[in-house]
């Protein structure tokens, strides 16, 4: 016999039955009175949503502190175990969260205020019932966007974008013709550090489920990200079986040709993706079999690598493919890179959810911007100046009519920092006018070097807390090292980038290398290791494991 008690395909049809129940009683068994809550939402009898109401005026947080001390009473057992999300509403706010369960602790840092999609949030408490928790959205709330995450055995449900996002790609590829061999779906701009991970996954697994592709592949472009994101894709997956790992391209290409449901969702790198093609002596019919699947690609950090030929490669290769990009740093025309913007390469925007939203909602951490002058703003003025009216000196350019013109006007008239004027036009500032190459002059570099080790001790809360700090470029990169290196010795630091990227002459290339080569001997004599140019991808490795206070990997 099988019983069948929820069906998350069967919203607002089937088998599936909505009850709303007024005031539960919750018996406690012990000496406390029984408590009353105030509304709880049923499918098929199961109280999966529970909401506790205050009356206008009281805050919103009192009916989420009474979630809290129910839930310590063991309110929320046996039968009442099952309820999945907590609203805590007052007439003119709502928070909503997952039940973490009895052992787990409640963190006001995942209480969500729901919003539309465009991330304006939705407080009045009619809109909220109208929106959350009406059918079909209440069901699927349930069934789809929450998710067990296995890492730390605490039940998670999506943020408001987070649902947009996901329900818009899975949306895209219901509809998409294959064969029409329009690879463009569209990308997400989701800032860093609002969950793209979970987003990405969600996407994944509603497609692999809906079976409205073949194959659902995550692809990352670098080794230690692909390992996290595999145990993060497993975490989140009801069986850790469900996400394929990719060990070799040897493996891909088996589990891209396997018609077998459980190889539906795969996660690789780009690297092992472009290998596949004729010229790397694969098989010309397994090569077609592969891309007439129905495939959707999912490129996590499409600002990164995607603009390569990789890409281009594996876009060659699956040419009814579609592919979809998530990026906090999307690629525009004033800033495209080979003359390709994300859109170019992706299709349209999606979704936004920008830093400004993650800042105002406490999802992502504020800036804390401080201003440290390398040159005086009026020496800036004045080379600016004399540079624009193509002067030597002071005296040259205030003899000349036409050239004291412009002189005086970016002296005096012209702002030092850019702005947007009424029509919505960018004004240039004085700091506009300078090249980059203010930033590798030594007056520059020496400042930004002093003024790091001078906040040290303070900002790092006396060597607690690791700090990054990054370069526009390798060379640059560098030479920061060798600077911090000699003004302070003892304070540990590091170098890290990609020594295969080659962007230069022989001549950079060279420095490139010996400067490698200094950092990797640096860091074996700090740390006792025993790294090489050979072994960079283990160096890579150990550093992100003393970055996040974990075990460094064993040497192999």
Known sequence: MSLKIYDRQEIAAGQSRYQIVQQPKFPTHGILNDRRGDIMLLINGMPVIHLELKKSGVSVMQAANQIEKYSREGVFSGLFSLVQIFVA????????????????????????????????????????????????????????????????????????????????????????????????GGYIWHTTGSGKTMTSFKSAQLIANSRDADKVIFLIDRIELGTQSLEDYQSFADDSDEVQATESTHELVAKLKSNDPAHTLIVTSIQKMSNIKQENGMNAADISLMADKRIVFIVDEAHRSTFGDMLHDVKQNFANAIFFGFTGTPIHIENQIKGSTTADVFGDELHRYSIADGIRDKNVLGFDPYKVLTYKDRDVRKAVSLHEAKAATEEEAIADPHKSKIYYRFMNDVAMAGHVDKTGKYVKGIEDYLSKSQYTRDEHTEQVVADILENWMTLSHAGKFHALFATSSIPEAIAYYRLFKTKKPELKITALFDPNIDNGDGATTAFKEAGLEEIITDYNARYNQTFELGTHARFKKDIAARLAHKEPPPAH
């Open 89 to 184: 509403m007052e007439p003119a706010e709502s928070l909503y969260f997952a039940n973490p369960g009895g052992d787990g602790k409640f963190n006001p840092n995942f209480y969500f205020h729901w919003a539309n999609a465009n991330n304006e949030p939705i407080n009045n408490w009619k809109e909220v019932a109208e929106k959350l928790l009406s059918i079909p959205m209440a069901h699927q709330l349930i069934g789809f966007y929450t998710v067990p995450d296995d890492s730390d055995g605490i039940l998670k449900v999506m943020r408001s974008y987070q649902y947009y996002a996901a329900s818009a790609i899975s949306d895209r590829v219901a509809k998409t013709k294959w064969g029409e061999k329009n690879q463009r």
